[in-house]
C-alpha cells in the first residue's frame, strides 16, 4: 500500500489548508487512517484518526476544535482540514494507515503499518 499525501505550504497564522492523502490500494475502505506530524527536532505525533466508515474520529488536544479528519472511500482519498493554524502547528504532515485493527483508532504511532511520505505545513505568525 502506498499513500500519497498533498496539500501542505506555507500560510499565515489563523488561515486554513487541506491536506490530502490518496492510495490507489483496495484495501484503504477497509483500513483506520489517520495524521500524524513532525516537528523539528519533537517527536512524531498523533493529530487524527478516522474509522473505516468515516462514523467515529479520534483528536489530538491540540486539533480539536481547529482540524477535521474526513474520508471518502469511492476515491480512496482521506482529508484533514486545517483552521485556525498556529505556528506550533509547522511539522511534517504523514498520512497513515492501520490496515491490521479495523476497530480501535489508536493514537501510538506504532500501531499504524504505513506511512506516506509526508508533506510540510509552515505557520508564519
Known amino acids: 500500500v502506498q499513500l500519497q499525501a498533498y496539500g501542505g505550504g506555507l500560510v499565515q497564522a489563523g488561515g486554513s489548508l487541506r491536506l490530502s492523502c490518496s492510495t490507489s490500494?483496495?484495501?484503504?475502505?477497509?483500513?483506520?487512517m489517520g495524521w500524524f506530524r513532525q516537528a523539528p527536532e519533537k517527536e512524531r505525533e498523533f493529530v487524527a484518526g478516522i474509522s473505516r466508515s468515516g462514523g467515529r474520529t479520534r483528536y489530538a488536544d491540540s486539533a480539536k476544535g481547529r482540524f477535521a479528519i474526513s474520508r471518502d472511500n469511492a476515491k480512496n482519498t482521506v482529508y484533514l482540514q486545517m483552521s485556525n493554524l498556529k505556528p506550533e502547528d509547522t511539522a511534517v504532515y504523514y498520512c497513515?494507515?492501520?490496515?491490521?485493527?479495523?476497530?480501535?483508532?489508536?493514537?501510538?504511532?506504532?500501531?499504524?503499518?504505513?506511512w506516506g511520505q509526508g508533506t510540510q505545513v509552515t505557520v508564519s505568525s
Open positions: 497513515v494507515a492501520d490496515l491490521d485493527n479495523p476497530m480501535i483508532i489508536s493514537t501510538t504511532a506504532r500501531s499504524y503499518d504505513i
Open positions: 490500494e483496495r484495501t484503504f475502505s477497509t483500513s483506520i
